[in-house]
């Protein structure tokens, strides 16, 4: 059971790494759908390891996980791609192949700073920490290197994820309610966006959100 962890582990890994490296909209949506459904199969994984039986509220956290991460989300996200008229990100603050660099940058610096961690004996495996830091890393460079709000959105579900994946994979047993409570918040936030890009689509034929800081109070005459 635990190579079966390993395996989500590193495929969550891998969804991160390739999230940076990709132009097609699609494609990220697919990728972080994929992590909502490994994270509904780890909760399944952790509990045999941990008690040898599935209990109830590791069945409700992955059933959630399943729902809302690997299919509501990525199907609100496609419908505001949609609306939005946009299928790739073409002018990124930074290029794809730069971007796949820093990401295996991000990703070293996140291996050797887990290895500096003293780990207790509860944890299913030594790779849930160095992933979930290379997921949090990578979902905030996305946000920040990225102009079109979809793909910052898509940067911040990489980042939720990835703290729900190091609270499983290093057993904190913080409750189903929580849980539902991180979730709904993510939900409401990615029902907001996924308006607000609609809007900025109407209002300015683009959904780019870099020259959204330059934005400021008129000058009084």
Not at 37 to 66: R, T, Y
Not at 165 to 176: N, Q, R
Request: hydrophobic share 55%; charged share 15%.
């Amino acid at each position: 059971m635990n190579g079966l962890i390993e395996v989500l582990l590193l495929g969550f890994l891998l969804c991160s790494f390739m999230l940076a490296g990709s132009s097609r909209l699609m494609h990220c949506i697919k990728l972080v759908a994929t992590q909502g459904l490994l994270l509904g199969i780890l909760p399944l994984a952790v509990a045999k390891v941990d008690g040898g039986s599935l209990g109830g509220e590791a069945l409700f956290v992955a059933f959630i996980n399943v729902a809302v991460k690997g299919a509501a989300l990525p199907y609100m996200l496609q419908k505001a791609m949609q609306k939005a008229d946009v299928r790739r990100e073409l002018e990124p603050l930074l290029g794809y192949a730069a971007s796949g660099l820093v990401a295996l940058i991000l990703i070293a610096v996140s291996f050797w700073f887990a290895q500096q961690l003293n780990y207790s004996e509860q944890v299913v495996s030594r790779l849930a920490a160095p992933v979930a830091f290379s997921g949090i890393l990578i979902g905030l460079f996305l946000i920040v290197a990225r102009r079109k709000a979809l793909t910052q959105v898509i940067g911040f579900l990489c980042f939720e994820n990835s703290i729900a994946l190091f609270g499983a994979g290093m057993m904190l047993h913080y409750g189903a309610l929580i849980e539902l409570g991180i979730l709904l918040d993510v939900f409401v936030m990615v029902f907001v966006m996924g308006i607000a890009v609609f809007q900025i689509k109407q209002e300015f034929q683009h959904i780019n959100a870099d020259l959204l800081n330059t934005l400021k109070d008129k000058p009084r005459k």
